[in-house]
């Protein structure tokens, strides 16, 4: 009977555990990022990789009819990863090999580098039909600087966030078909590309 009332009370509290981390985790499913944040710092928005802009109000199901293009920027080829956005400048890499910087108010260049130029990796054969160095990873924002992750060979790099300027160059894997196909997340000095 001991056993049986036990079992009883073990239950019930499992089952409020559980209640109460479900009804706190609903709560903060949007979090508490500051409402004055529109900086979109790695592929996810933060750290939760909540893709959840708080502070929009312009595009609603009422509003989407109404919107109309901005602007346009030709990268050469497609764009291989959601950009990062940060003080107005958004940052993303092209199936041609580039990483580009562009205003977010008019789409004018800010900077672009060459990757193969960048960082001397010559990618030929990683990507079928591809016969230069991409990037597959949505840049993060690490203070001044953007970590970028190369698609083959697996190698991050660091570049200056305003001018390009490579900072830093790490491989990962030295494994022939070694692959970076993730973005990085950056928290208080880590980097984690994996």
């Known amino acids: 009977m001991a056993t049986h009332r036990f079992n009883g009370i073990l239950f019930l509290l499992c089952a409020f555990c559980l209640l109460t981390f479900t009804a706190y985790a609903d709560s903060n499913w949007h979090g508490k990022r500051p409402k004055g944040i529109q900086n979109w710092l790695n592929h996810g928005g933060d750290l939760r990789n909540r893709r959840y802009a708080n502070k929009e109000t312009k595009i609603s ?17 497609d764009i291989t990863a959601t950009p990062a956005i940060f003080n107005g400048t958004l940052y993303f890499p092209s199936w041609n090999g580039y990483i580009y910087a562009i205003k977010e108010s008019d789409g004018s260049l800010v900077w672009e580098k060459n990757l193969q130029e960048l960082t001397g990796l010559n990618a030929t054969g990683f990507v079928p039909k591809v016969n230069w160095t991409v990037s597959r990873s949505t840049p993060t924002i690490a203070d001044d600087l953007l970590i970028i992750g190369i698609y083959g060979p697996a190698v991050v790099i660091a570049v200056e966030r305003s001018t390009g300027k490579l900072v830093w160059s790490t491989q990962l894997d030295s494994h022939a078909a070694g692959l970076i196909t993730m973005s990085g997340t950056y928290y208080k000095g880590l980097v984690n590309h994996l």
Do not use: H
């Open 61 to 77: 199901p009422t509003t989407v009819s109404k919107l109309s293009l901005k602007w346009k920027f030709y990268a050469g080829k």
